[in-house]
């Protein structure tokens, strides 16, 4: 069994399209597609996280919540 590198790309009418090396003969082949999505994974800095979540605590006094908090404590 020979493994090729394929250029494969689908197009705007969802058909996947392969393309084989040039200098492969023609002919029949027996063929396996494994479609992994190419996929730009994101990463984050530090800094890039600042505010995520603020939503939650809106409206929330800080002095209160604290409180709260301990009044728990407390029982």
């Given amino acids: ?5 394929l250029k ?5 009418d969802h058909i ?3 393309e084989a090396p040039t200098h492969e003969p023609p002919g029949p082949a027996n063929v396996v597609v494994v479609i992994s ?9 530090w800094r890039d ?3 995520l979540g603020k939503e939650i ?7 209160r919540y604290v ?5 728990e404590w407390e029982r």
């Fill in 67 to 71: 409180d709260r908090l301990r009044d």
């Fill in 37 to 45: 999505p190419l996929v730009e994974e994101k990463t984050f800095q």
């Fill in 1 to 5: 069994m020979e493994t090729l590198q």
């Fill in 49 to 51: 996280l600042a505010g």
């Fill in 8 to 12: 494969a790309t689908i197009g705007a």
């Fill in 16 to 18: 996947l399209r392969l």
């Fill in 57 to 63: 605590w809106e409206g929330e006094d800080a002095q």
